[in-house]
């Protein structure tokens, strides 16, 4: 079976500053992972997703995450926060590209002036 | 680029009463969509799987002649909410997993639809 864990249900950073939020993953056969955010009362947009082809994965926005096997993590960063940033961020895990997301618990990015 | 929508966007209905929500992947196919639901303040729940042309598969927990799903055509999924109660209350969200346009293995979500029932 496949999870995913997000360390952090709530993240505050100051705009201009790191953006780290993490995600580890526990599966059987090598997945397929998501980053999608979601604005309040919206969709999931995709952020940026691992396919196995590179481990450092470059997504929309300025974020990125780089895929660790032997962390079996998939954190996410982004160099330099903006106040459009806030938002929530979800990490999921399929073990076949379109299928069945599994998600994590979600961790909100809060922003600071 | 790839859009689904979902119509309506939110709803207000009555203890008792039956609600349809549309899920529509408007410039792609997709033989799969996923319904997800989703309560204030928590992560996205899935629902059941919705293939074109065969029965929905539920996930473990979800009632199927409670939340009817059919998928009628390879661009629209439904979920009917039936003799919806408070509880139902929530977001739900769906998702299309294109197989055409050039966009092949991706999936796509939906804006959701805010369900609340009195």
């Known amino acids: 079976a496949q999870s995913v864990t997000q360390l952090g249900s709530h993240v505050s950073v100051s705009e201009g500053a790191l953006v780290l939020l993490r995600c580890n993953y526990s599966s059987s056969v090598p997945p397929y992972l998501f980053w999608y955010v979601q604005y309040p009362n919206q969709g999931l947009q995709l952020l940026l997703k691992y396919t196995s082809a590179a481990t450092l994965v470059k997504g929309i926005n300025g974020f990125e995450a780089e895929f660790k096997k032997s962390e079996t993590s998939f954190h996410l960063t982004k160099p330099s926060a903006h106040m459009s940033d806030a938002a929530e961020y979800f990490c999921a895990v399929t073990p076949n590209q379109g299928g069945k997301l599994i998600f994590g618990q979600g961790t909100e990015l809060s922003v600071k002036p | 680029g790839a859009v689904v929508s979902q119509h309506p966007s939110w709803v207000i209905c009555k203890s008792g009463t039956s609600v349809k929500i549309e899920c529509r992947s408007l410039d792609f196919q997709a033989t799969t969509m996923f319904w997800y639901r989703q309560f204030p303040k928590q992560s996205l729940m899935l629902m059941a799987t919705s293939n074109e042309g065969s029965k929905a598969t539920y996930e473990q927990g979800v009632e199927k002649d409670k939340f009817l799903i059919n998928h009628a055509s390879l661009t629209l999924s439904t979920l009917t909410v039936t003799s919806a109660h408070p509880e139902d209350s929530s977001f739900y969200i769906c998702?299309?997993?294109?197989?055409?346009?050039?966009?092949?293995?991706?999936?796509?979500f939906g804006p959701g639809t805010r369900l609340t029932v009195l």
């Open positions: 998702s299309a997993h294109a197989t055409s346009g050039g966009i092949y293995n991706e999936q796509f």
